[in-house]
């Protein structure tokens, strides 16, 4: 990575900023601009415990990932990596062909961004949680509202519009005005995904968006996530829902044990596994 | 007059100075009354940057803060009292003297009791809001982390306003007790409810009468505070969505007060961080 080519792609990022549609973003950058997550060879330690152990992966824009594995094999992790919530060891992260959290000073050495800068990149990067996250002192309205306002610095009452807008497309136009309390695991969901799409990401991560949900209630998620995925919203989902994943997946990769064991399109993935770890892991699955 | 049985209780003096109290005795209620306010608000914001001081990167603040709050809390407020007003005249330091604010002569004795209980509290209340910010739960911090927000705006739109529902128990046991302690300002001269009532006593010799008013009224003021914080308390809950079955009665909440269990509610969803059990409402 160079100072130039951690440069002219900063501006693509503002400019895209500006068109608040999902789709054609790619405004002449060449080849960078079309892949939009680039992961090489990421490790990650904590502590003497080594979780992820070189991860290579390229995601194109508007492409959906589907990301699978056992429990404990660095899913979570290597999420968590992409918007800088953890610290890397070596290797790199970037987004929209900008490091992510790190910036290289005059030595050629990565150095970790100031809070500022690493905000302004989150703020571009939607992050779905397993337990929502929700605040629970704000309706779901409010929910949505707070990033817009403080981020983006937007009136309260065009950051109530967007809000509503919103929710109404996940489809809880019935609870503007409602805590995260008396909501459902499913709203809950759906409000959170709300959320993620106020600040108008170019990219959403989901850790395992249904898997704390009741069985009847996923079904209303992973309806609201392929609508984003048929509009072009570039995602990577950790999630083991098979059906979603050969519905929707572009891409499925599996991994375990810190390495991305296998990748391709879904069919390939799940009913001819090249690796002996994916069959074992799917055959537990089922 | 109770004479024959050596029972000396003056009814009329204790009726008298419970129903229709002089002016010198409601000017040091109200002395009282303020005294405990400002110091408790000036505290409580004192208390929040301690806070966020121990929460800092830069080790020296940190270290800075641990010791002020291990002396504050370490000694007798009595002493600090006597330290903070005569001790600082006494070698030169600081001498408090009267100031005027907005009109009001603000006497040096009264500065000096609101200093030393805003020092003095601020210790305190550092601790509790710096338990009440660890018991948000840090999901919490990441999900406002991912909208973009930096850790200062989280910090300031999403932890601290969900820190303030662990704050009122705690902070509202601290209030009782401060509206108590108010009385130790009597000892640096400022006429409060109970040096007032100290110099009715002396001149009137009803000392059991007129302290036994003053008790009472200092109980008036604690149980309207119950009352305020339980409304405070109903109120943050209503925000939050959570609706608890109304209390059985003003007692229940009294004793649920002294022994603060934080949400009470079982319609409460997240789980209360064991960090605040180390709170300890009775420490004075
Ligand atoms: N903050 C942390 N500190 C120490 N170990 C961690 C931490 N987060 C995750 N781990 C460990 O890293 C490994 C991978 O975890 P995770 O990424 O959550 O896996 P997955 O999401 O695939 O289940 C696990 O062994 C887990 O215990
Ligand atoms: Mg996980």
């Known amino acids: 990575m160079t100072e130039a080519s951690s440069d002219v792609p900063t501006r693509a990022t503002a400019a895209s900023a500006a068109t608040a549609s999902t789709t054609d973003r790619a405004d002449g950058n060449g080849a960078q601009a079309t892949s939009i997550v680039e992961a090489v060879d990421v ?5 003497s415990l080594e979780v992820l152990k070189g991860v290579s992966l390229s995601v194109e824009r508007g492409e959906v990932v589907v990301l699978i594995g056992p429990s404990g094999s660095g899913k979570t992790t290597f999420l968590r990596c992409i918007n800088h919530f953890e610290k890397i060891d070596q290797g790199r992260i970037s987004v929209n ?3 992510i959290g790190y910036r290289v000073d005059a030595k050629g050495n990565l150095r970790e961004e100031r809070a500022a800068e690493i905000a302004r990149q989150r703020a571009e990067i939607g ?5 929502f996250n929700l605040y629970p002192n704000k309706t779901a309205l409010e929910n949505v509202c707070l990033g817009p306002r403080k981020v983006r610095k937007i009136s309260r009452d065009e950051a ?11 489809g809880l136009e019935a609870k503007f005005d409602v805590h995260p309390a008396q909501l459902s695991g499913g709203q809950k969901q759906r409000v959170a995904i709300a959320r993620a799409l106020a600040m108008q990401p170019k990219l959403i991560l989901f850790d395992e968006p249904t898997s704390a949900l009741d069985p009847e209630m996923i079904g209303e998620v992973l309806a609201v996530m392929k609508s984003l995925a048929a509009e072009g919203m570039t995602m990577i989902v950790v999630s083991h829902e098979m059906g979603f994943a050969r519905e929707v997946a572009d891409r499925v990769v599996m991994m375990d044990d810190g390495v991305l064991v296998e990748e391709g399109p879904p069919r390939q993935i799940f009913d001819h596994p090249a690796h002996e770890r994916t069959r074992a892991f799917l055959a537990k699955l089922l | 007059m109770l004479a ?7 009814t009329s003096f204790f009726w008298s100075h419970l129903t229709n109290p002089t002016t010198a005795f409601l000017q040091g209620l109200w002395t009282t009354v303020y005294l405990a306010i400002v110091s408790q608000t000036l505290a409580t914001i004192l208390g929040l940057f301690l806070a966020l001081a121990r929460r800092s990167k830069i080790a020296p603040l940190r270290a800075a803060v641990w010791l002020y709050t291990w002396i504050f809390r370490g000694t007798p407020l009595l002493v600090q009292l006597m330290m903070i007003y005569d001790g600082l005249a006494a070698v030169g330091l600081y001498r408090f003297s009267n100031i005027t604010i907005a009109g009001l002569v603000v006497p040096g004795v009264v500065q000096a009791a609101v200093v030393t209980f805003t020092l003095n509290e601020a210790a305190y209340m550092s601790e509790i809001i710096r338990a009440s910010l660890n018991a948000v739960d840090s999901g919490q911090l990441e999900a406002a982390l991912s909208t973009g927000m930096t850790p200062m705006q989280a910090m300031r739109h999403v932890i601290v306003p969900q820190a303030v529902r662990f704050v009122i128990p705690p902070l509202g046991n601290d209030f009782n007790a401060m509206m108590k302690n108010t009385s130790l300002a009597s000892v640096i001269g400022v006429s409060e409810m109970f040096l007032v009532s100290t110099e009715i006593s002396s001149t009137t010799f009803n000392t059991f009468e007129i302290f036994a008013v003053a008790a009472l009224y200092y109980l008036a003021l604690t149980t309207v505070w119950g009352f305020v914080q339980s409304a405070i308390e109903r109120r943050i809950d209503r925000r939050w969505g959570i609706v608890r079955p109304p209390r059985s009665s003003w007692l ?4 649920r007060r002294q022994v603060p269990s934080f949400g009470s509610g079982a319609t409460i969803g997240g789980s209360i961080d064991p960090a605040l059990e180390g709170l300890d409402p009775g420490r004075r």
């Open chain 1, 127 to 131: 992050f779905v949680f397993q337990h």
């Open chain 1, 97 to 99: 062909g900008r490091l």
């Open chain 1, 43 to 47: 490790h990650k330690r904590f502590g």
């Open chain 2, 4 to 10: 024959t049985t050596g029972l000396h209780f003056n």
């Open chain 1, 160 to 170: 109530e519009e967007l809000g509503r807008r919103l929710l109404q497309r996940v």
């Open chain 2, 252 to 255: 229940s909440s009294w004793g």
